[in-house]
């Protein structure tokens, strides 16, 4: 994991505080922009205000919160989500309509404007490129977080770097819970959002820790242009790379979680077919709970992908549980060939990855989750108390 990102790009600038459950990042960055948000049918405040301004496609500026999600508060929340936008503006000296605005934490909760207003007044006293900004920047959007998740693609031309935060209610449908993604290479508008639907769905849309999608998941990405052009197809490929990082961050730091699950599914008709194979698989509560049992399993595996809606045939599947460094086959063809001592030993670590080969076309794809703990109960039991 490193903790040198948003700093690895030009033209950014960013920093944050924390305050028991609250806290506020400031970023700092003018460009060409694009955004990708839940697909809930209940989206909090500030993704619907982002829906209609990042059609602009022009961002100087993101705020975003943590401790008060802004979702279902209707109107009022509407209005407190512009108004998050205008003290980020008035404290920056830019216009309103050019912020992006994002929060996370409890729904059903109204925003502390006045907090907000206090704290975005002392963050913007500290923006600066550097790593410690960017730690406070990506500490304060976590909430059950146990860790800040950064990462950063440098080519050596370009720079493609991002903060995130996500441990709980996260099967996205869009992109993560929060993200923010700079890049400093020059994308026009339409470029830049295809780039990020195509690394999101090869991403975040693969990362699946409880199966809840969030109200209010949002990935931004904001082009400076101070690199310069650079060509289309290396940006997409270190956009997808940076997120990828990204997901499996959050993927390792579910809820409660201990161990990092991978599950890569080919020989699959088509890319989509082989990434519903792996997300059903990895979200399913019983592969989830074998694997923090470090109990090989294989037929719970065998069966989620069954489920998937995706056509094959189970008599000509092959499976393979490896620790990364130890692979060791359980399915061979449909055979039963597992030495079940050494497939549990290789579940010791903390990842474990399992190869499913369906034999029904030349695709694959890879998604990631965290097993399924009693830890995970005792979060979110008490999460609002």
């Known amino acids: 994991m490193t903790y040198k990102s948003i700093c690895g790009v030009e033209g950014v600038t960013t920093n944050g505080i924390r305050e028991g459950k609250f806290g506020l990042a400031l970023i700092r960055a003018s460009g060409v922009a694009a955004g ?102 990506a500490q304060a959007i976590m909430t059950t977080d146990t860790f800040p998740k950064h990462a950063l693609v440098d080519t050596g031309s370009f720079s493609v770097g991002g903060i995130t935060k996500g441990s709980g209610m996260i099967a996205p449908n869009m992109g993560t819970m929060l993200a923010f993604l700079y890049t400093d290479a020059a994308m026009g508008q339409k470029q830049l959002f295809r780039a990020l639907m195509q690394a999101t769905r090869r991403s975040f849309n693969r990362v699946v820790v409880d199966g809840d999608t969030s109200t209010n998941d949002i990935a931004l990405c904001t082009a400076t242009g101070e690199a310069g052009k650079v060509k289309y197809h290396e940006f997409c490929t270190a956009l997808e790379d940076c997120c990828r990082s990204l997901a499996q961050q959050i993927a390792a730091d579910g809820e409660g979680a201990t161990k990092l699950i991978e599950v890569t599914v080919r020989g699959a008709p088509d890319e989509e077919a082989a990434a519903e194979v792996a997300r059903t698989v990895i979200g399913s509560p019983l592969v989830k709970t074998a694997v923090y049992g470090e109990d090989p399993n294989w037929g719970r595996v065998v069966a989620a992908a069954g489920r998937a809606g995706v056509a094959f045939d189970p008599n000509a599947v092959s499976f393979w549980i490896s620790d990364g460094t130890n692979r060791h086959t359980l399915v061979k063809k449909g055979e039963i060939v597992a030495d079940l001592i050494k497939a549990k030993a290789a579940m010791h670590g903390r990842k474990v990855i399992f190869e499913l080969d369906l034999a029904a076309g030349a695709e694959k794809a890879t998604a990631w989750g965290c097993d399924l703990t009693e830890k995970y109960v005792e979060i979110n039991g008490r999460y609002t108390t």
Not at 58 to 67: D, F, T
């Open 36 to 137: 990708v948000f839940t697909k809930n049918l209940v989206r909090a405040a500030p993704v619907e205000l982002m829906r209609e301004r990042i059609k602009k496609g022009k961002l100087e500026a993101v705020i975003a919160n943590s401790g008060c999600a802004n979702a279902y508060t209707g109107t009022r929340g509407y209005s407190d989500a512009q108004r998050m936008g205008v003290i980020a503006a008035e404290t920056l000296d830019i216009e309103p309509d050019s912020v992006g605005v994002a929060s996370t934490g409890v729904i059903g909760r109204y925003l502390d404007l006045p907090l907000i207003g206090r704290q975005c007044h002392d963050v913007a006293k500290g923006l600066m490129s550097s790593e410690s900004a960017e730690t406070a920047a």
